[in-house]
């Protein structure tokens, strides 16, 4: 399995960026896939996951400004960010839920890309 993500940058506060993880080895299954980001001396957070029904689930700081979407075609998991603040900066990292069956492993066990650095300046 193969996660490598594109889009990173350095933006101006309430700009944007895309966010793109190209995936390999690896089919879009129930558990899903998933944005985390990683600020300096921080804990990985989670920032967007989507489920293979189409459901998503976006952390209190990302509502309203991402937007996760999976192109199945062309594997690729993209996160559209808007309005983008001087706390989003962080490098964000692309996740593949490890699944066996209909059992989805816990987080720890995620397939993880190498991230991307993500910097907005005032």
């Known amino acids: 399995v193969q996660l490598l993500e594109s889009g990173g940058g350095s933006v101006q506060n309430g700009g944007s960026l895309k966010l793109t993880c190209t995936y390999s080895?690896?089919?879009?299954?129930?558990?899903?896939m998933g944005w985390y980001r990683q600020a300096p001396g921080m804990e990985r957070e989670l920032v967007s996951m989507l489920n293979k029904d189409g459901s998503t689930t976006y952390s209190d700081s990302a509502k309203g400004r991402f937007t996760v979407s999976l192109d199945e075609h062309r594997h690729t998991l993209n996160l559209q960010m808007n309005n983008l603040k001087p706390e989003d900066t962080a490098v964000y990292y692309c996740?593949?839920?490890?699944?066996?069956?209909?059992?989805?492993?816990?987080?720890?066990?995620?397939?993880w890309g190498q991230g991307t650095q993500v910097t907005v300046s005032l």
């Open positions: 996740a593949a839920v490890r699944s066996q069956g209909s059992f989805c492993y816990p987080q720890s066990f995620n397939y």
């Open positions: 080895g690896f089919i879009f299954n129930n558990c899903g």
